[in-house]
Nanobody
Framework: QVQLVESGGGLVQPGGSLRLSCAAS????????MGWYRQAPGKQRERVAA???????NYADSVKGRFTISRDNAKNTMYLQMNSLKPEDTAAYYC?????????WGQGTQVTVSS
């Protein structure tokens, strides 16, 4: 069973930056497209960004131009560089395969954007 571990969240002021990491155990990581997802209290989980095994990316309109998704298949790790953060980006961030969730969800990492 692949395990996903998200890290890199924290408290940041509006306009600040954070870099999230998603580390996956096992040997299947490079086979799948991966995605970053977020869920704010009282809201449904939403996809933030996705990246294919070959590196093609797509983004939710709300983060386009501010967030950058990347992956290192040799390290079984995916990243999300978040710039120009806004209070509405506050949420728990998770990673998983895209568009079908093949892996069990990790604990997520909390991002709070507040002054």
């Amino acid at each position: 069973q692949v395990q996903l571990v998200e890290s890199g969240g924290g408290l940041v002021q509006p306009g600040g930056s954070l870099r999230l990491s998603c580390a996956a155990s096992g040997s299947t990581f490079s086979r799948y497209a991966m995605g970053w997802y977020r869920q704010a209290p009282g809201k449904q989980r939403e996809r933030v960004a996705a990246i294919t095994s070959g590196g093609n990316t797509n983004y939710a309109d709300s983060v386009k131009g501010r967030f950058t998704i990347s992956r290192d298949n040799a390290k079984n790790t995916m990243y999300l560089q978040m710039n120009s953060l806004k209070p509405e980006d506050t949420a728990a961030y998770y990673c998983n395969t895209f568009p079908i969730f093949y892996y069990a969800w990790g604990q997520g990492t909390q991002v709070t954007v507040s002054s």
